[in-house]
């Protein structure tokens, strides 16, 4: 759909019409070639500008077409023609444009775009690249370094940067449509006969392309951990650079090909609509979070201002929502608020913008939360503290103060029952550090109030979180499925592997990092903590016990080991890896761990065996989707989809295979249950190996598509 109006100046407007973000669907297309077509024919009209109905430009190409069959006009040909028109056509760029909304911007022959408009090309993010002319066109008209970086990260640019770059020619904070149509009459007799065409004009390159493109490509495919589409982005780049325009849109066509009917193509539009509908769903108690309204919340406190506690107080300051931060010892709060103060500054002067005054206080008291509408809880991981911390809370604040916890294991109804408001208690699990990583696992305690539920879902989409509710149990989704992961990587490296191994096989897969790189990052105390807390490890457990075996099922003590001795990772300089210095990055294989894991084999009666890279990745890989499955038939998480975001955005699960529940569903179900036998027969005492009742189920069901696992899900229990 495309409207069509005549406006003052002997100018035709159109504007797309297509909500919400006016993607270019094929009733659009047939509508902008229609409507093109009537302009170039009028002989009144002088020229034309293109807009998008309620203040958005075009989110691209319509992503919910591309598993059928295209119909209408194809967009190339489409978008040609409006180059090759030879009467001025000018696009009005309001909110975004997108993707094939940018590529339809850059056939026309001006761009003026409001300054609070998004541009860019992310069809990288959806597996894809830029294929209605963009890899073509976009390097002609700002130079190939400046368009590869766009193509490659996908990253959305100001219309402030779109002018520095190039891309627009103008901005407005004014009218934009009175702005383009202004512009389009300004155009002289003269600029008619030569219309800017991107499609003739040589391509800006650096000297030395070569040796730049091979640089970037280097970089490209260490960023892109297997990803095809970054890598083909460059080619299309290079073909940009080093061909006719007409030779670079076949390369561009054919590239486009191959990525379109790609697995990683349909694992990555997978996670794009997953991240948008994890937040709503029904469940068989026909419970649903989303009936109720959330409570408004217009100010909020932070108790605990550690990494976690700061970056959420950053968040609240983003979001511009008022927020007290709280620590207790007042020499702490002073390092707590220059830190905040200086995260601030640092994104006003990006912005150039004033640090807003008043937006964030702190205080060592905690009367002065007797106002606020909801409190976030990041102190300690450590019940007992965490538990007074509520009860406080409980009689300092309103009744009607909702009081969450950032807990990433703990049992939230414990918390809720040291309150005088269990109904008002929910999980706002953030991850570290909070002021960039885009989770929110929002948990649902057995007394939770769903209006409770909602506003913290609805308070993460302002924080401009994913949020995704979850059940309570121990770790909830996200940790509870990364304890059978790292348990068989510990088994692997008694077993012969070593730490290194482990993690190259897991980061040739794609993550960002491997269990043992991850757990220096993070500190191995993390981990040991908890274990203590479980009885796994620590004073509590009998000495006679035998360290293989805590509680009836395997047990590796070697995390443990490392942390009795002080190696806790990166902040000591030691860990699985040795670093140059305490808090230093670059993780080298320690030599001492060696003779370490020697000695340790020697006591336990454990010889070393050559372990291969295929049994390193199935035995990590599906202990954690085998714990998906648990998590699903426990009611913990809602569908497959809220599984795999969470572990997209949370723990470093390479977007283009999907998730592990979909990663799962691409090997194929019978697979990964035969592979789970097979080990689990081998580890009968490693009951993360034994198959879950779920994956059974599905099987027997002839392992339905993923969106179909619902309806099998359907009877098992829920507690969300
Ligand atoms: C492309 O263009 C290929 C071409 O190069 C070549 C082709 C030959 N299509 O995110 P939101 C829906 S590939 C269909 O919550 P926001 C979205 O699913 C495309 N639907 O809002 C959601 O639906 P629902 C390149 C789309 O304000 C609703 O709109 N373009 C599309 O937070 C609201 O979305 C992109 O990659 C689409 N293109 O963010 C841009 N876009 O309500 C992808 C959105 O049912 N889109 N929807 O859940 C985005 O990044 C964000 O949606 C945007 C708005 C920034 C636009």
Not at 71 to 86: F, N, Q, R, S, Y
Not at 639 to 664: K, Q, S, T
Request: with cysteine.
């Amino acid at each position: 759909m495309a409207r069509y109006t005549r406006i003052p100046g002997s100018i035709a407007l159109i504007t797309l019409t297509n909500p919400p973000v006016n993607a270019l669907s094929a009733a659009v297309r047939q509508g902008i070639t229609d409507t093109v077509s009537r302009a170039v024919s009028d002989p009144e009209v002088k020229g034309v500008v293109l807009c998008g109905e309620n203040g958005k430009f075009c989110g691209g190409a319509d992503i919910k077409e591309f598993g059928g069959q295209m119909k209408g006009p194809h967009l190339v040909p489409m978008i040609d023609a409006i180059e090759a028109t030879a009467k001025p056509v000018v696009a009005a760029i309001e909110g975004m444009a997108l993707g094939g909304g940018l590529e339809l911007a850059l056939a026309c022959h001006y761009r003026i775009a409001h300054v609070k408009a998004l541009l860019g090309l992310p069809e990288v993010a959806l597996g894809l690249l830029p294929g209605a002319g963009g890899t073509q066109r976009l390097p002609r008209l700002i130079g190939v370094p400046a368009a590869l970086d766009l193509i490659t990260t996908g990253r959305h640019v100001s219309a402030q940067e779109a002018l520095k770059l190039g891309i627009v020619d103008r901005i407005t904070a004014g009218n934009t449509l009175e702005v383009a149509a202004e512009f389009v009459r300004s155009v002289s007799a003269e600029q008619r006969l030569a219309l800017p065409r991107l499609s003739t004009c040589p391509t800006p390159c650096p000297p030395d392309l070569d040796s730049f493109l091979e640089r970037a490509m280097a970089q490209v495919r260490r960023r892109a951990r297997g990803a095809l589409a970054p890598v083909a982005c460059v080619q299309a780049v290079r073909a940009a650079a080093t061909l006719p325009y007409s030779q670079g849109m076949r390369v561009e066509r054919e590239l486009m090909a191959t990525l379109f009917k790609s697995q990683q193509a349909r694992a990555m539009q997978y996670c794009f609509f997953s991240q948008r509908s994890v937040g709503r769903w029904s469940t068989p108690s026909g419970a649903r979070w989303d009936n109720s309204s959330p409570l408004p919340v217009q100010n909020a406190a932070v108790i605990g201002l550690g990494t976690m506690g700061r970056g959420i107080v950053v968040s609240f300051a983003r979001a511009g929502i008022p927020v007290v931060g709280v620590e207790m010892d007042a020499k702490q709060l002073e390092i707590s608020r220059r830190a905040v103060t200086s995260m601030l500054e640092r994104d006003a002067r990006r912005q150039g913008a004033e640090l807003p005054e008043g937006l964030v206080r702190f205080t060592t008291d905690l009367r002065d939360l007797r106002e606020v509408d909801l409190v976030i809880e990041a102190v300690f991981e450590d019940m007992a503290l965490k538990k007074r911390v509520f009860g406080e809370l409980s009689s300092v604040c309103r009744p009607d103060t909702l009081l969450c916890s950032n807990t990433s294991t703990l049992d939230l109804d414990q918390l809720a029952a040291a309150t005088h408001r269990p109904e008002l208690v929910v999980g706002m699990h953030f991850f570290s550090p909070a002021n960039v990583m885009k989770l929110l696992e929002v948990i649902y305690g057995s007394r939770s109030a769903p209006a409770a539920v909602a506003t913290a879902m609805q308070l993460g989409k302002r924080l401009g979180k994913v949020s995704v509710a979850v059940g309570n149990c121990h770790g909830f989704v996200g940790n509870r499925m990364v304890l059978p992961y790292m348990s068989q990587a510990n088994f692997l490296v008694e077993e012969g592997a070593t730490p290194e191994q482990v993690d190259q096989v897991l980061e040739e897969f794609g993550f960002s990092m491997g269990v043992f790189r991850m757990s220096d990052l993070a500190g191995l105390d993390v981990g040991w903590r908890i274990r203590k807390e479980l009885g796994l490890t620590g004073p509590g457990v009998a000495p006679g016990e035998p360290a293989r075996s805590r509680k009836g099922s395997r047990y590796s003590p070697l995390a443990d080991l490392l942390c009795e001795q002080g190696r806790l990772g990166q902040k000591t300089g030691c860990g699985w890896y040795l670093y140059d210095r305490p808090g230093g990055r670059e993780a080298k294989p320690d030599p001492w761990m060696r003779g370490f894991l020697e000695e340790y084999r020697s006591s336990h009666g454990l010889r070393a065996r050559p372990v291969d890279q295929q049994e390193v990745l199935e035995r990590c890989l599906y202990a954690l989707v085998n714990e998906g499955f648990r998590v699903l038939e426990d009611g913990i998480a809602a569908g497959p989809e809220d599984v795999d975001v969470i572990y997209v955005l949370g723990y470093g699960w390479p977007p283009h295979r999907g998730g592990p529940m979909f990663h799962a569903a691409a090997v194929g179900l019978p697979a990964v249950l035969d592979r789970l036998e097979h080990y689990h027969q081998a580890h009968p005492d490693v009951p993360g190996l034994q198959p879950s009742a779920l994956l059974r189920k599905l099987v027997a069901r002839g392992s339905p598509p993923i969106h179909k696992w619902r309806e099998v899900i359907k009877n098992i229990r829920s507690q969300l």
